[in-house]
């Protein structure tokens, strides 16, 4: 089966399924081997996979790096998107200053091994900063040549607005899933109002959805679900309910649960691009396969039914990190 294509923007055009390669770093516990990450990534390729999604923070740096070494035969063929925004010596303060941004591009260039960043996020909204100066300091860097597309992370429907006037967003990213739903009453209309494209972080519910946690489940103390809200084992245990409801779809669809909620987001608009993670084979030949999967506009009308009535327990993301989202 080859991977379908998508479009963000104007005229970015990914696969329909992306990797996110975060999860590669000791995030959902210890990191990965680098050589197991530069095989994971080579495979993706080989599967059709030609957007990556990275970032300076992650590691920091060292991600980049995996991310610029593995791609480098496949330059040609692959989207690459990175991040500035922290001030990555005094994490988690945040540092979108417009000399820092151009800081930051020079030294990704250099980790990417590339000519040209493919995609640029701010990574979360700085408040001292106004955006017209961030959307502005990637404007120059376009026209440097340095940089080919500016997208926002986490933004909210007005600042994305503002950030468009001044240089064309070609990409929003959020978590975006059937247990966080979030960017649905303002920013994917934004999004479908300026044409501009959104990648879906946390497709899985970060593993939630996959029906392989529950509630005897214990975590790494290096995995940020460890303290994050919606994982504590209250939280877990009524949110159940949601998993349960996408294994019946799964069921009835001869799919996977993770399947089921990679291509419930497809079906949601198609500039949607999901970025699912994993740091292993089986699983992301299982996820990529998501996209072969069809769901009905009855089996979408049962699962808008019935999710309307589960309430997902707990906060998204511990509260530090919730306030610097800038909704």
């Not at 920091?60 to 690459?80: H, K, M, W």
């Not at 005094?90 to 930051?104: C, T």
């Not at 020079?106 to 955006?131: C, G, M, T, W």
Request: aromatic letters at 6%; charged letters at 25%; one cysteine or more.
């Amino acid at each position: 089966m080859t991977m379908q294509k998508r479009t963000l923007g104007r005229n970015l055009e990914v696969s329909a399924i992306g990797y996110g390669c975060m999860g590669l770093e000791a995030v959902y516990g210890p990191a990965t081997d680098r050589q197991e990450g530069i095989r994971i990534l080579h495979a993706a390729v080989e599967r059709g996979v030609t957007f990556f999604d990275t970032a300076e923070s992650y590691g920091p740096y060292t991600n980049e790096e995996l991310v610029g070494e593995a791609l480098a035969p496949f330059r040609d063929q692959v989207v690459i998107a990175t991040k500035f925004g922290w001030a990555i010596e005094a994490m988690p303060k945040l540092d979108s200053r417009p000399e820092r941004i151009k800081r930051v591009a020079e030294a990704s260039l250099k980790r990417l091994k590339v000519d040209a960043i493919d995609l640029f996020y701010q990574h979360r909204v700085d408040p001292n900063v106004p955006i017209e100066d961030v959307a502005g300091a990637v404007r120059e860097l376009i026209e440097e040549g340095k940089v080919r597309h500016f997208g926002l992370s986490e933004a909210g429907a007005q600042t994305i607005r503002r950030a468009h006037a001044v240089q064309p967003v070609t990409a929003i990213q959020s978590e975006y899933s059937l247990w966080t739903r979030d960017p649905e009453p303002e920013v994917l209309p934004a999004c479908e109002e300026l044409g501009i494209g959104f990648v879906a972080w946390g497709p899985l519910g970060q593993g939630f959805l996959t029906g392989k946690i529950d509630t005897t489940t214990s975590f790494d103390s290096s995995d940020f679900r460890a303290g994050s809200p919606r994982f504590t084992p209250e939280a877990r245990e009524a949110n159940l309910a949601l998993v349960d409801l996408i294994k019946e779809i799964a069921d009835h669809k001869n799919a996977t649960p993770a399947q089921v909620a990679i291509v419930w987001l497809l079906a949601r608009k198609p500039w949607i691009v999901p970025i699912p993670g994993t740091t292993k084979l089986h699983r992301l030949e299982e996820n990529i396969a998501a996209a072969g999967v069809e769901l009905t506009a009855d089996d979408l009308r049962d699962i808008e039914t019935a999710a309307s009535k589960i309430n997902v327990h707990g906060a998204r993301l511990p509260e530090a990190i919730l306030a610097l989202s800038g909704r």
